[in-house]
């Protein structure tokens, strides 16, 4: 190969981050081929790649370094810091690749680099590298997740079975690092039988031992590791009663306060058990997958005022686009917690820096409150909180417009907990449907909301599934 030929294969990037371009963080980009450096350019920029494809991928701009720098990097082994194909060094501590010995085993260093990207280049990162293995989500639903996570540390995955929900949630932990292997990563299938939380936290046997639950050995190993996000998948999660097996760890979540920096909880277990009392830690994410069918139990309230209720029914069987991009391998990074650690857990943390953008939310909800106290299913505060967090961190990070962010979190927050069968159900959901497309409902003459696409979608199916079948809820079964 020559020197050209490395140089633009080296040069192309799938996610490039401009909040460290601006800053002129990205000082340097390096060819690596079998884990070694083989070549070193100064950074200068970069230019979006012509035609254009998505996700976007970048050429980035540089020239040959000096002598010097290329003498003290050619030839590192970069195997320690990152195993993979592709660009296993991606922002790199500069310190860091000095610090490699011959042998690629860092002078000095015990831990994996880790990195702190701005939201919108992570949501690519991930993006990238869900579709680079051959899986097809859109942008949104990874912004969604991503939002969710952030906003609160419970998320419940709906929808038809096989639509992807356990798959996606691998896939984004995996994107990051987080995997089974790392002790990062860990999925629990519910039973029907669970009728307390010991088949979680764990229980004392018949001599007296605490014996750990899956949960509890998550939790501890999250709290040996506070840098590193971890992640428990709940697959199948209302096969048993989520209120009955799950009540002590909603009931810590809500206790989550601030305590300088960090973030912490009551008691979830105390010494006794342990030999030290365990909260819920601030890097635990904990997810749950759900099918509604003869099978499962339903939520109550209580449970999905907790959560962001995310819903994957679209199929669509003719789209092969995602089969057809480039072949390149996309790597997992390393991301410390702060990536998807919650900013606020109090509205009084973000009111004074985003108190028109809070106003505008509460007024909004507050015209919704008043259709469904008909059926008292009106939000609380705890809703509107958790609402404005996630359309603050949206905002923040350049991600979702407001509109599209708010559309998401009346489906996420508010629709779920309709249900019913008397005519006061359908009532109000024709009101809504008045209030986000400015007509009243005409079943013969279904018209979209432009501010509001999906939950005008998901209100008019429930409609139609209540003047069918004399009842209608959130749930598709």
């Not at 039988?193 to 939790?219: A, H, R």
């Not at 009532?427 to 400015?438: D, I, S």
């Amino acid at each position: 190969m020559t020197p050209e030929e490395l140089y633009n294969a080296t040069s192309y990037s799938w996610v490039a981050s401009f909040g460290r371009t601006e800053s002129r963080d990205l000082k340097y980009y390096c060819a690596v081929y079998q884990n070694r450096i083989i070549e070193v350019y100064d950074f200068e920029g970069y230019e979006e790649e012509i035609p254009k494809r998505k996700p976007t991928r970048y050429f980035l701009k540089g020239h040959v370094s000096r002598e010097e720098m290329r003498n003290d990097l050619i030839g590192k082994d970069v195997s320690s810091i990152h195993k993979g194909k592709g660009n296993p060094i991606k922002y790199t501590r500069l310190s860091t690749l000095l610090s490699l010995e011959s042998d690629g085993v860092p002078s000095g260093l015990d831990e994996t680099v880790e990195e702190m990207l701005e939201s919108v280049d992570f949501v690519n990162h991930v993006y990238s590298y869900i579709t680079s293995g051959g899986f097809c989500y859109s942008l949104s639903n990874i912004m969604n997740l991503y939002l969710s996570l952030r906003s609160k540390p419970f998320v419940i995955i709906s929808g038809i079975s096989g639509t992807g929900k356990t798959k996606i949630v691998q896939l984004f932990a995996e994107s990051i690092g987080a995997t089974e292997d790392s002790g990062q990563f860990k999925l629990i299938p519910v039973r029907p039988d669970w009728s307390d939380s010991s088949e979680l936290l764990g229980y004392v046997d018949l001599k007296g031992d605490f014996k750990k639950g899956p949960l509890t050995e998550m939790i501890e190993h999250a709290l040996d590791h506070p840098n590193l996000p971890h992640f428990v998948l709940l697959d199948e999660m209302n096969l048993a009663r989520v209120e009955y097996y799950f009540s002590d760890l909603l009931s810590v979540m809500e206790s989550r306060r601030r305590d300088g920096d960090e973030i912490i909880s009551s008691t979830l277990l105390d010494e006794k058990y342990m030999g030290r009392s365990i909260g819920l830690p601030e890097n635990l994410y904990v997810i749950g997958t759900v099918n509604m069918d003869e099978t499962t139990h339903p939520f109550s309230k209580k449970v999905l005022d907790r959560a962001n209720t995310i819903e994957f029914n679209e199929v669509d069987l003719n789209n092969f686009d995602f089969l057809e991009g480039s072949d390149e391998t996309v790597d997992p990074i390393h991301v410390t917690n702060d990536q998807l650690k919650p900013t606020f857990i109090t509205l009084k943390d973000i009111y004074s820096t985003h108190m028109y953008l809070i106003q505008k939310v509460s007024q909004k909800l507050d015209d919704i409150n008043r259709k469904l106290e008909l059926i008292n299913a009106q939000v609380g505060y705890r809703v509107r909180d958790e609402i404005c967090f996630y359309m603050v961190h949206s905002q923040d990070g350049g991600l979702l417009d407001e509109e599209e962010a708010f559309d998401l979190c009346i489906m996420q927050k508010v629709l779920p907990r309709i249900t019913g069968g008397d005519s006061r159900i359908e009532l109000v959901l024709q009101q809504l449907y008045e209030q986000f497309t400015g007509i009243s409902f005409d079943a013969t003459n279904v018209q979209a909301s432009v501010d509001y696409p999906r939950s005008t979608k998901k209100i008019v199916e429930m409609l139609r599934r209540y003047q069918t079948d004399g009842f209608t809820s959130f749930w598709i079964s």
